[in-house]
């Protein structure tokens, strides 16, 4: 049963422009996600995280909004660059040992 | 601070053959320890997780096995490999903070079973 869903596998986005991804999950009792990017043949490196007690967090180009009523979460890249281009992947973490992890979207970003 | 390193990156074993994937994390003490393994356009599956030396819990049946023996060392192991073991396997370490737990993840070991 997957607890995390990133509906979309693939997006393609011009360089300068919004990159948009999305999650959503099925437990509203969860508080605390993690989005990672991912390079082939690399592990996945952390970008940014949100708690519940927030609707929006920011790093440099990276915002992650989290929407509680809907259960979804989406990653804002703006403006996108080429070296964006890797998979995504957006994960929920509590404060146990338990991570649950979506299965990726793939952001090619065009020059 | 923390780093976490795996080997070896590259694999290529015969079908039957034994299997051993090292990890281990620096900068930290008492670690939670995961196995992760991505099959080819997949997402990430946990293997097995570890809370403290001796402590394995495993999330799905295989042929595949961890140990713990030391508080930051985590080896994933196999005494026959099959052809759907093939894949790239991630170690990783998580941390607790004050909002919740972040994992962190190794390099990452290709396997190709052959």
């Known amino acids: 049963d997957q607890q995390v869903k990133q509906n979309s596998p693939s997006l393609s986005v011009q360089e300068g422009r919004i990159s948009i991804l999305n999650c959503d999950y099925t437990?509203?009792?969860?508080?605390?996600f993690l989005w990672y990017k991912k390079y082939p043949a690399e592990g996945p490196t952390f970008l940014i995280s949100?708690?519940?007690?927030?609707d929006k967090n920011e790093d440099g180009r990276f915002t992650v909004f989290l929407n509680k009523s809907a259960k979804h979460l989406s990653l804002h890249i703006v403006p996108s660059q080429p070296g964006d281009s890797a998979v995504y992947f957006c994960?929920?973490?509590?404060?146990?040992?338990?991570?649950?992890f979506g299965t990726g979207t793939s952001l090619t970003v065009i020059p | 601070s923390q780093t976490i390193h795996q080997w070896p990156a590259t694999l290529v074993q015969p079908v039957g053959s034994p299997l051993s994937l090292e990890c281990t994390v620096e900068g930290t003490s008492n670690p939670n320890l995961y196995w992760y393994r991505q099959a080819a356009g997949r997402g990430l599956q946990l293997l097995f997780y570890s809370v403290g030396i001796g402590q394995i819990s495993s999330e799905v049946p295989q042929n595949l096995s961890a140990s713990r023996p030391q508080d930051r060392q985590f080896i994933l192991s196999s005494k026959k490999l099959l052809l759907s073991d093939s894949g790239f396997y991630l170690c990783?370490?998580?941390?607790?903070?004050?909002?919740?737990?972040?994992?962190?993840f190794g390099e990452g070991s290709w396997l190709t079973v052959v």
């Open positions: 949100i708690s519940s007690i927030k």
């Open positions: 990783a370490w998580s941390q607790e903070t004050v909002s919740g737990n972040t994992i962190y």
């Open positions: 437990n509203s009792m969860f508080d605390y």
């Open positions: 994960a929920y973490g509590n404060t146990g040992n338990q991570f649950y």
